[in-house]
């Protein structure tokens, strides 16, 4: 635990410094993005933004919070990047990527605008969520064997293995 500016207790992820870079107050970032904030893994690059193949890329480090993955953010000087979580098995190891994302101008951030995209995002991640049948879970498209059975059931109860 650490003491931010007004001296208040937050956990040690990376909430705060993404506060700091957006120039946002802590307690209004997390009543805009939510806490729980981790650097997704340096080894993905995204093409689709630096097709450069990633040689001294411009583009900041995306951050995912969620558990499961649900929201994802990147800064890039003056603009903002928020996506849904898309997570997707890549082996045996679950690889969390951005879904289509939406750019913001520092111009245009103020708590409602980030809000009402935010909100959009997140309803359409969850909406994606399932019940597993058998155990009752809610169960993300990624940890799904079938539309509404989970792969903890899928092995479990239908002898699949994984």
């Known amino acids: 635990m650490s003491f931010d500016q007004q001296?208040?207790?937050?956990?040690?992820?990376q909430t705060a410094d993404l506060a700091g870079q957006l120039a946002i107050g802590h307690r209004d970032f997390i009543e805009i993005?939510?806490?729980?904030?981790?650097?997704?893994?340096?080894?993905?690059?995204?093409?689709?933004?630096?097709?450069a193949g990633g040689l001294e890329s411009p583009f900041g480090s995306w951050f995912v919070t969620g558990t499961p993955p649900q929201l994802m953010l990147r800064i890039n000087g003056d603009s903002l990047d928020l996506a849904a979580a898309q997570p997707r098995w890549e082996g045996h190891t679950l690889a969390i990527r951005?879904?289509?994302?939406?750019?913001?101008?520092?111009?245009?951030?103020?708590?409602d605008s980030l809000g009402e995209v935010v909100t959009r995002l997140l309803r359409r991640r969850r909406n994606a969520f399932r019940y597993c049948r058998y155990c009752h879970d809610l169960t993300p498209p990624e940890n799904a064997f079938e539309r509404d059975v989970c792969m903890?059931?899928?092995?479990?109860?239908?002898?699949?293995?994984?």
């Open 98 to 111: 951005p879904g289509p994302y939406e750019s913001m101008g520092r111009s245009t951030w103020d708590a």
């Open 7 to 13: 001296g208040e207790l937050f956990p040690l992820d």
């Open 33 to 51: 993005f939510g806490t729980g904030w981790t650097e997704v893994d340096e080894r993905f690059h995204d093409f689709d933004a630096d097709p």
């Open 152 to 162: 903890g059931c899928a092995s479990a109860v239908l002898g699949v293995g994984f």
